[in-house]
């Protein structure tokens, strides 16, 4: 049986993508940041996950406002790199696994989750950054993008997003194949992109997120989507991928790792790994 042995939370942040690609990791400047992943990149490569599934956003890439999805899930055999308007970065081709995507569709269909199922998809900074954040440069896992709409409203509720990432384990643990999978929700934290509150990021809704997302993830279904918008800006809403990650794990996790740091570029930038217990244990 396909088990989950953890999840991740991170931001995504599109101008490290070039900060990454022109080897600048490790400046003054940047090393602080980068160095708030290592412990997450030993995790990784000590647990060797099999398979990631990656909760993310596009944001206009290959979903625009013209036809959007609430959620959408990857069939594919490979995710290409989109051009986000700079050019398509040097970085891989994420390898899908189109029988395990085959298998959780059907479960999630079947456990009443009507998604959008892309058997071709490009992806942006929403799933490419986290990657390089995980794996660097190299990626030895295959996965399953589930894309998740936050940028035309109506978003799918807090709720909701918990829900699904219920119904994601239910898939994986349905799953008759002995692989280990990871679920990696990603966005946020606080911040705010345009408007009389561009630039907005609140330390205290942040860190009260992270505090209940690890102890009391319910707590957080509970509140609406206009109170993440307003406690912690716009596109702070995009903090549902993450209890989407949470829905995933048991109800009892233990923290590997936190790691905080604001501003980077206009957001607030976390990170949290929890293992489920049971795994832990091991
Ligand atoms: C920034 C953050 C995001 O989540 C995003 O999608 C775009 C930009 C930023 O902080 O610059
Ligand atoms: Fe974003």
Request: some cysteine; charged content about 20%.
């Amino acid at each position: 049986m396909a088990r989950i042995i953890g999840g991740i939370g991170t931001s995504h942040i599109p101008s490290l993508g070039p900060i990454i690609d022109r080897g600048l990791t490790q400046t003054p400047e940047w090393k602080p940041f980068f160095d708030g992943y290592a412990p997450v990149q030993r995790w990784l490569a000590e647990r060797r996950p099999d398979l990631a599934i990656v909760i993310y956003n596009d944001h206009g890439l290959d979903f625009f406002l013209d036809k959007m999805p609430t959620f959408a899930v990857g069939a594919a055999a490979e995710y290409p790199p989109g051009d986000e308007g700079w050019g398509i970065r040097p970085v891989p081709t994420a390898i899908g696994d189109p029988d395990f995507s085959w298998h959780a569709i059907e479960s999630l269909v079947d456990d009443e989750f009507d998604i959008t199922i892309c058997q071709e998809l490009r992806v942006d900074h929403g799933f490419l950054v986290p990657m390089n954040l995980l794996w660097q440069s190299d990626w030895p896992v295959r996965v399953m993008p589930v894309s998740i709409n936050v940028i035309q409203h109506p978003v799918p509720t807090p709720l909701r997003c918990y829900k699904l990432g219920q119904a994601l384990r239910r898939a994986v643990e349905s799953y008759d194949a002995d692989i280990d999978v990871v679920i990696v929700g990603t966005g946020g934290m606080s911040h705010q992109l345009h408007g009389e509150r561009a630039g907005y990021l609140s330390r205290a809704f942040d860190t009260q997120f992270l505090d209940l997302l690890e102890s009391d993830p319910g707590r957080l279904t509970e509140l609406s989507r206009s109170a993440y918008i307003d406690g912690a800006g716009a596109e702070a809403v995009e903090l549902i991928m993450w209890l989407t990650m949470r829905g995933a794990l048991e109800p009892f996790v233990r923290r590997v790792h936190r790691f905080y740091q604001m501003p980077v570029s206009l957001t607030a930038a976390g990170l949290v790994v929890f293992e489920n217990m049971a795994e832990s244990r091991r």
